[in-house]
């Protein structure tokens, strides 16, 4: 018997390479699930579900149907673990690891706790002193970042945007001089709005990509400046999972010494103290203090 009423189970502890055990053998495993080809499934994957003693799911539904395509037999106890309940479930997950029972956390698409379930339970295991380890594998994210044809030297991910236009809009003016690639996840009914919104904050000409449906058959990834974007998704509904990636604010052009200078002294003209002016002016633009102050003194001299 299966399913959320079966008994538990005498504890079986799943091999999970070098993470640590803890005295009774028990551990929490992020498991990461296919974003949309099945067979991206790992083997780990495989043998985590068919033998760990728990398997806490986003959706009961979801996991049965991956296992059945996947040809395994969920062996263990099944329970629901999503955003509503995660604060309450954690607590009898983590009984389970302390008794020395292996556990395994999986949300219906990617790595658990990047956007998903999964944070909670694993704060809760660190702060309790039990093994946490990870069966890596598919990232909405990551695929996403790398086929984005942007930089991907350092980015910043920052999930789903807010929802009302008015909060979206703040979000997006705060990241405007973000300098790393951003990755965002997006609902596709709201795509347009979203790039409309990204648009206004960011510029039209800055570069992006909209990676849609994943590792799908009917995966598209569509590259261009913003403004391009935001005209094809108005052109008609866009579907399937979204994945945008913008590129990063340019950096300001340094400012020459001249201006440098030539703000120093205008605010020395104005009744600042010379050093003081310098001072200010170099920390801002990043030069050295004493290289400002000599240039405006020879500036002065003339």
Not at 14 to 42: E, F, Q, W
């Amino acid at each position: 018997m299966t399913g959320p009423d079966a008994p538990d189970a005498a504890p079986r502890t799943v091999p999970c390479g070098d993470a640590p055990a803890s005295v009774t053998g028990g551990r929490l495993v992020l498991a990461a699930t296919p974003i949309g080809n099945t067979d991206d499934a790992s083997a780990r994957l495989r043998t985590l579900l068919a033998e760990a003693d728990v398997v806490a799911a986003e959706d009961t539904r979801r996991l049965r149907a991956l296992a059945a395509r996947l040809g395994v037999e969920v062996r263990g106890r099944v329970v629901s673990h999503h955003e509503h309940n995660e604060a309450e479930r954690a607590a009898d997950l983590l009984d389970v690891v302390a008794g020395g029972g292996t556990v395994v956390v999986v949300t219906d698409a990617g790595m658990p706790a990047v956007s998903d379930p999964g944070f909670r339970v694993v704060t809760a295991a660190v702060a309790a002193g039990l093994p946490v380890t990870a069966a890596p594998g598919p990232s909405a994210v990551l695929t996403a970042l790398a086929l984005s044809g942007l930089p991907t030297d350092r980015f910043c991910f920052e999930g789903f945007l807010p929802r009302k236009a008015g909060e979206r809009a703040r979000a997006l003016a705060d990241l405007a001089d973000e300098r790393r690639t951003m990755v965002f996840f997006e609902a596709p009914h709201r795509l347009d709005d979203v790039l409309d919104a990204m648009v206004e904050a960011f510029g039209a000409e800055r570069a992006a990509a909209v990676c849609r449906e994943l590792t799908k058959t009917y995966e598209e990834v569509r590259r261009g400046p913003l403004r391009d974007l935001a005209a094809w998704a108005h052109d008609g509904q866009v579907r399937g999972e979204i994945v945008v990636v913008v590129s990063g604010a340019d950096r300001p052009q340094a400012a020459s010494t001249a201006d440098l200078v030539a703000e120093v002294l205008a605010r020395a003209d104005a009744g600042e103290r010379l050093k003081d002016a310098v001072a200010d002016v170099a920390t801002a633009a990043g030069v050295a203090k004493r290289d400002l102050y000599a240039a405006a003194l020879a500036a002065r001299s003339r």
